[in-house]
């Protein structure tokens, strides 16, 4: 297997066919994928370049800012866990921290109703190019992902319109991810291998540096194609196939240059139950609430959140440990 394709390469196009047929053909392609290797690049019709152009441009001149300026928009100052991530604020493993910093943001919710801990309005620096920019991105990314939660659908043998229900005021997660260049930085990780807690994840990055654990156990790099998304599998898929997908775990190794990425996370709604929806088999997994599994897995990892437990502002109920999916590393 040549380095070039070291992952399926799946176009979507035809997701956007009324033929049936056709987009049971994608179904069939992005099934096998899921299922034997668990990340995969996806081309189309539907990407738009010019809008991943625009948000890059938007994220280099955020990130250029001092850090006081950055720290203006802090992710602990939200209410729906948006904002600037400073390195060293996410931590997979404790006396470890990753060489990123980021800039999260989530679904837009302004009602006062039906707020929860991942959902409520997104807070944005004090730049309308950089809503503009993000937010076209981000609803142009959410619309290709509903398209894929139908693949899914019919790949699973369910109505392909079965998740549309389920995902409409879901918390899904754009991250604006810089990953500076550290000459001195040694081994350290550009982020820390682990599995996404979500659904799937439709990836543009900038440069290389992406690698994924394979079957075998062993870590494999994933070159850069111009124009192409990287996809890959979630805990909550891997639930919800019952484990036809398995999550599968990646990392970004010391970069050479300085690296952009720029991942959707696609989740269900907050209150959703995953479980286990194949046909004719025994469940083996137990259910978990949508947004509690989120919000559990990410105040493991993230500073300001890990404070709040430990000081008793905020309680974790039904907790799974980190690193519960996927394959391990031999």
Same mark, same amino acid.
């Given at each position: ?15 956007? @066919?009324?033929? &049936? $047929?056709?987009? +049971? ?8 994928? !899921? /299922?034997?290797?668990?990340? #995969? ?109 139908? @693949?899914?659908? &019919? $790949?699973?043998? +369910? ?8 995902? !409409? /005021?879901?918390?899904?997660? #754009? ?112 259910? &978990? ?42």
């Amino acid at each position: 297997m040549s380095n070039l394709h070291v992952l399926p390469l799946v176009d979507i196009s035809k997701l956007s @066919s009324p033929d &049936l $047929a056709e987009r +049971l053909t994608v179904a069939a392609a992005l099934d096998r994928a !899921s /299922k034997e290797v668990g990340f #995969l690049y996806l081309t189309g019709t539907q990407f738009k370049p010019e809008l991943f152009k625009a948000l890059h441009e938007s994220a280099k001149r955020y990130f250029a800012q001092d850090l006081q300026t950055k720290m203006n928009h802090y992710i602990g100052l939200s209410e729906n866990h948006s904002g600037y991530v400073p390195i060293g604020e996410e931590r997979f493993v404790e006396n470890s921290y990753d060489l990123k910093e980021a800039y999260d943001v989530n679904y837009d919710h302004l009602d006062i109703a039906d707020r929860r801990p991942l959902i409520g309005p997104t807070q944005w620096p004090n730049d309308p190019d950089f809503k503009t920019h993000v937010s076209n991105y981000y609803q142009h990314i959410k619309a290709v992902g509903q398209q894929i939660f139908q @693949s899914f659908a &019919l $790949a699973l043998g +369910l109505d392909e319109h079965y998740f549309d229900a389920h995902i !409409s /005021k879901a918390p899904s997660q #754009l991250r604006l991810i810089h990953y500076p260049f550290h000459a001195d930085a040694q081994d350290q990780d550009g982020i820390g291998a682990h599995t996404d807690y979500e659904c799937f994840t439709l990836l543009l990055p900038t440069a290389s540096g992406l690698q994924v654990l394979n079957k075998q156990g062993q870590w494999i790099d994933i070159p850069l194609l111009e124009n192409t998304l990287v996809m890959n599998v979630g805990d909550m898929m891997e639930i919800l196939s019952n484990g036809r997908y398995l999550a599968t775990k990646h990392r970004v190794k010391k970069v050479s240059e300085d690296r952009y990425s720029f991942p959707f996370f696609f989740s269900c709604d907050y209150d959703y139950v995953i479980q286990p929806i194949t046909q004719n088999e025994s469940p083996q997994y137990p259910a &978990l609430q949508c947004g509690e599994h989120l919000f559990n897995q990410t105040a493991q990892t993230f500073q300001y959140l890990k404070d709040k437990v430990k000081h008793g502002e905020i309680q974790l109920q039904n907790a799974r440990p980190l690193y519960s999916f996927g394959l391990n590393e031999d």
